[in-house]
């Protein structure tokens, strides 16, 4: 996948190498630099739509988590290389011709067609590159973020028209030009086959209508969705889907959520904690309301299946697909140890469910980490509680901290780091 | 932890291979053409021709499209029309001796931006002298300057067709 992605950008260098115009001159130079730069920007954000253009035998190589947080890593890069082009640009202009860079970047306008378009998409690019950073992203609400990445497309189309009018790769290059319209439509291609029509089609089928709203605990619901279709339902424990509620308020972003039973006869229910915003306006959405499903996603379930002791360990809403997990793997004759993590007893959602399960043992740990004195998950304490589980395959669900809490206290318990999984909750 | 800071290291290591890459590329770039070519006129040359200046800083000619022939016996110059490119006019004046092409000049190029400017300084030269081998304006262009030279071509052309 690596390998592929480097050649591809080798590939990119190929293009530029020819129509290069190099000489030692600084302004020379910074044009150089600013073409490759931009070109090379420009060809990740392909990658970086296609990461997430949830391409099926891509998501069932990788797992979309692991998609996203690549999508993030290239991200950040790709944000730094779209303003390292501008910086360039602006550069050479102001060597050449002077004039501060603002006037410096305002003569590029003269100089390239179709600039306008291209600040325009430049701007709402890092717009939303910016308000995913850690820190702003915290702050907004999933919807306003949804929305500003939403744009992104336009943005990308926007600044494709100054790559192909003004780039001097491109101008008076045909087959260069046509390269690089095969890999802006192929990327749009897929955006649009598996985003938007694959969704619809399935829609189409199996008319997902929600059939229940259960309350779980003081902060988690469980939603009730029915197919129409049940034999062309895919779902499985430890999997999740992106959820569109046909309905006032949810029409306009999709969610995910991992599916918190074992899909059977067309039934699949979501566990969903209140986090302030849509997951908290779930609890209001009346039974019959429509839904459109993307997915399912994560390969959960499929890795090391095999293992004949499992350790599940859930945090939060994290008890959703281990929920579904356990019931599968102890259905399976496998040895199950739920370690259930919550700071208060009455979070603990679905408690009971997973406690009535046959052949699966349930551990809580409970209480936060200030009043008990100690962290449950700490090597010890955990040891304590599994005492086998060194010999466990270990999957992990829940906040990220949660995650890398556990994982570090399992390697120093001498598991095997090939043994521990781990999907994260949440990947906006 | 660490994958905080993946991304910015990616750039790093992008930046650090462009710089490598146009390093490279500036290795093995040809070096420019010099400016002052060798003239090949090997006909009597009665007063030196005008130095050309490929940076294209010449004031633009108002005679556009009426190529207005000076009158000599032997050596005559020729302007050519202006043509317009994507990156700005190009316009060359063309000095022949009888029929024989001698010299081509070129008045304005491209020079919007500092790319318009380097390219024309390496192109004009390549291109006078492919001109002035093949005494016609049917060369090929020059790689990476496609406009500039079919600017820079057309003009001669116009200038020949004028002269005859």
Redesign the interface.
């Known amino acids: 996948m690596t390998l592929l992605v480097i050649a591809g950008g080798l590939a990119v260098v190929g293009l530029w190498w020819p129509t290069a115009v190099i000489t030692a001159s600084p302004s020379a130079l910074a044009i150089a630099v600013a073409e490759l730069v931009g070109m090379i920007g420009s060809y990740l954000v392909c990658i970086q739509v296609l990461l997430i253009a949830r391409i099926p035998w891509f998501e069932r190589m990788v797992g979309l988590d692991r998609l996203v947080a690549w999508h993030r890593v290239v991200g950040t890069s790709t944000l730094f290389l779209v303003l390292a082009h501008v910086s360039f640009m602006t550069l050479s202009q102001w060597i050449t011709v002077g004039g501060g860079p603002v006037g410096a970047y305002l003569g590029l306008f003269h100089i390239y067609p179709d600039m306008l378009t291209a600040t325009v998409g430049t701007a709402i690019m890092l717009g939303a590159g910016l308000l995913s950073a850690n820190v702003l992203r915290r702050l907004m609400s999933y919807e306003l973020w949804y929305w500003t990445h939403v744009t992104t497309y336009l943005a990308i189309f926007l600044t494709f028209l100054h790559q192909i009018s003004a780039g001097p790769v491109f101008v008076g290059h045909p087959l260069n030009r046509l390269i690089w319209m095969a890999m802006y439509f192929g990327t749009a291609a897929c955006v649009v086959v598996w985003r938007a029509l694959t969704p619809l089609v399935r829609f189409a089928k199996h008319r997902f209508e929600v059939v229940a709203i259960v309350p779980e605990s003081r902060r988690m619901t469980s939603v009730w969705i029915r197919s129409k279709r049940p034999e062309l339902l895919r779902a499985r424990a430890g999997q999740f889907m992106l959820f569109r509620f046909l309905a006032w308020g949810h029409l306009l972003t999709a969610h995910p959520y991992s599916i918190s039973n074992v899909p059977a006869d067309g039934l699949i229910r979501i566990t969903v904690a209140d986090l302030g915003d849509h997951s908290g306006a779930l609890r209001n959405v009346r039974p019959g309301t429509k839904v459109v499903v993307e997915g399912p996603f994560g390969g959960f379930f499929g890795r090391r299946r095999r293992a004949a002791s499992i350790l599940l360990v859930a945090g939060g809403a994290g008890i959703g697909p281990i929920r579904g997990l356990a019931e599968q793997f102890a259905r399976m004759g496998r040895s199950v140890v739920v370690v259930y993590r919550a700071s208060h007893t009455d979070d603990l959602a679905l408690y009971h469910e997973v406690a009535a399960l046959p052949r699966v043992h349930l551990v809580p740990l409970v209480g936060r980490r200030a009043e008990l004195g100690y962290d449950p998950l700490e090597p010890g304490r955990l040891a304590r509680a599994v005492p086998d589980i060194a010999h466990r395959e270990t999957f992990i669900c829940g906040p990220d901290a949660m995650i890398e809490r556990v994982r570090g206290s399992l390697i120093d318990l001498g598991v095997p780091a090939r043994r521990i999984h781990s999907e994260e909750l949440s990947f906006a | 932890m660490t ?2 800071w ?3 290291t ?2 790093t290591v ?2 650090a291979g ?2 490598a ?2 390093g490279g ?2 290795m093995t ?1 040809p070096a ?1 053409t010099a400016v002052a070519a060798p003239n090949l006129g090997s006909t009597t040359t009665t007063t030196p021709a005008p130095t050309s200046t490929p940076t294209g800083a010449t004031t633009p000619s108002a005679a556009a499209h009426s190529p207005a022939a000076q009158a000599a016996p032997a050596k005559t110059t020729v302007q050519g029309a202006v043509e317009q490119t ?2 700005g006019p190009v316009q060359v004046s063309v000095t022949f001796s009888g029929s024989k092409i001698t010299d081509v000049t070129a008045l304005q190029t491209p020079n ?8 024309a ?2 192109a004009v030269p390549q291109l006078r002298q492919e001109v002035l081998a093949s005494q016609s304006a049917h060369v090929d262009s020059v ?5 500039t030279s079919g600017g820079y071509l057309q003009s001669v052309q116009s200038a020949i067709d004028a002269h005859h």
């Open positions: 994958r905080r993946q991304g910015t990616l750039f992008i930046m462009v710089a890459t146009v590329r500036l770039a420019p994507v990156y919007q931006s500092g790319r318009d400017v380097m390219i300084s390496y790689s990476g300057a496609t406009y």
